[in-house]
């Protein structure tokens, strides 16, 4: 067995029905590539032969009332690939309309926790008919996924798709590997009593780490050289408690015109992706009337995989950022949100690389639960919100991809929301193009195609900037 570490479980703790905390991706694939023509029984049976090689799809939570640590993963020895792979077709005109509808439909089902925290689910009819277990017309399919965060972050999740995938369409099943085996009650109970016994001793390192990071805020925020700080982000629509309803929707960039953009302005490809969702908020918000004075914050996760040797699947920091959504003018606005995230870099790097991990593993469940009531409480009183959005950048792999014999043809990420923060934008670079996933509620944010759309109208604004 594999113990979670408090980041990890800390994803278990603050579920709730209005607030399932799994990330999803939206895969659109090719599937006249496949070895044979496509079938859902083909399909299948390549999933069945890539999950002997990925224990983390065959891996359940276990946990008992005597553990005085956070739960394990063991292996799940009634692992059934038929009760975590579904089948599903579009209604016509099975366009994207419909397939956002279906998708965020998904989005808003919580995974079975006693089960592997995955899903995966294979929507045919993708613009057009299909016929029985034939591919639908013009060899298009969607596959979305859906993965605890207790067990992914951005980039372990990246990695799990990457397993799933192949550089060739024919490529063989990898040989298979073990899982982590099991673990009874008593193990689990005994294992979790030794390392509560040890926290004292971690807690007696963590603090000093945590005294420097405060002095070096205060120092820095005197010289005017701190990240945005939390709490001081604008209210929103988007700034309330969540429902546990979701909606989705997604665009797709040319990277080319991205790096163009980088270049010209000598600036970081995340640089001009905030820069992007800047320009789409502030167009989405002014025309309803709605933009804030100060500019919005996002919070944008950082990982840490590099820089951080604790165990456990979620390996993150995180920064407050402005978007600078009062500058008119998206050539200013570019150049103002690249310093403001130099300077926000600079603040985050300069803190512990563990030092989120180290302090959730002394949270204990309900010290997560009351928090989030607590603060779920707070939105409905007018407490401002600690930032408006989440934005994240994950890098994908490059080249041709082939999911399970199908071409990938995009993948479009999705993270989750939390009350308050009801709005969620990420992008991934794949094969030449950036895909942007958009996630909100809709009784928050019932129009997010029009969010999805604005990214075009934000990027000719900035190539029209470099000419």
């Not at 009874?184 to 007696?204: C, N, W």
């Not at 700034?239 to 270049?263: E, P, S, Y």
């Not at 167009?283 to 996002?298: C, K, Y």
């Amino acid at each position: 067995m594999q113990r979670l570490s408090g980041l990890d479980a800390s994803f278990l703790y603050l579920e709730t029905a209005a607030q399932p905390l799994h990330v999803c991706s939206i895969l659109e694939l090719d599937t006249s590539t496949m070895p044979g023509g496509y079938s859902f029984d083909t399909l299948r049976e390549n999933l069945r032969l890539r999950i002997r090689a990925m224990p983390e799809f065959r891996e359940r939570i276990a946990d008992t009332p005597f553990n005085l640590d956070h739960p394990v993963w063991v292996e799940d020895n009634d692992f059934d690939v038929d009760r975590h792979l579904h089948r599903i077709g579009l209604p016509s005109p099975g366009g994207r309309i419909e397939l956002g509808e279906i998708c965020g439909h998904i989005a808003s089902l919580p995974l079975d926790r006693t089960r592997p925290l995955w899903e995966m689910w294979v929507i045919e009819n993708v613009g057009g008919t299909h016929d029985g277990n034939t591919a639908p017309t013009g060899g298009r399919i969607a596959v979305m996924t859906k993965v605890h965060h207790a067990a992914v972050d951005g980039v372990t999740g990246a990695n799990l798709m990457s397993k799933l995938c192949t550089t060739e369409p024919d490529a063989p099943a990898p040989d298979p590997v073990d899982g982590p085996g099991g673990g009874s009650d008593l193990e689990i109970a005994l294992s979790g009593a030794v390392r509560f016994a040890t926290r004292p001793l971690k807690l007696a390192n963590v603090v000093p780490a945590t005294v420097s990071t405060v002095v070096d805020t205060v120092r820095r925020a005197r010289s005017g050289l701190t990240m945005a700080p939390p709490f001081t982000a604008p209210r929103t629509a988007f700034n309330a408690n969540v429902t546990g309803h979701r909606n989705v929707a997604f665009a797709q960039l040319d990277l080319d015109d991205i790096k163009k953009v980088k270049n010209h302005f000598g600036v970081k490809v995340n640089d001009v992706v905030m820069a992007l969702v800047s320009g789409v908020l502030r167009t989405f918000l002014l025309e309803r009337g709605q933009l804030p004075e100060n500019s919005l914050v996002a919070m944008v996760p950082v990982s840490v995989h590099e820089r951080s040797d604790r165990p456990g699947r979620n390996q993150v920091s995180g920064m407050f950022a402005k978007l600078e959504t009062g500058i008119e003018d998206p050539a200013e606005r570019l150049r103002a949100i690249a310093q403001a995230n130099s300077v926000a870099k600079q603040h985050s790097s300069a803190i512990s690389a563990t030092l989120l991990q180290d302090w959730t593993q002394f949270a204990a469940p309900a010290v997560f639960g009351t928090a989030m009531r607590v603060y779920a409480r707070s939105r409905l009183s007018g407490a401002r919100p600690v930032h408006n959005l989440v934005v994240s950048n994950v890098p994908g792999p490059q080249g041709e991809l082939f999911l399970l014999g199908c071409e990938v043809r995009a993948m479009y990420p999705l993270g989750p929301i939390f009350h308050g923060s009801g709005l969620n934008i990420t992008v991934m670079s794949l094969s030449g193009n950036l895909d942007v996933g958009i996630v909100s509620c809709p009784e928050l944010l019932p129009d997010l195609w029009d969010l999805a759309d604005d990214f075009d109208v934000a990027l000719r604004e900035l190539l029209d900037a470099t000419t």
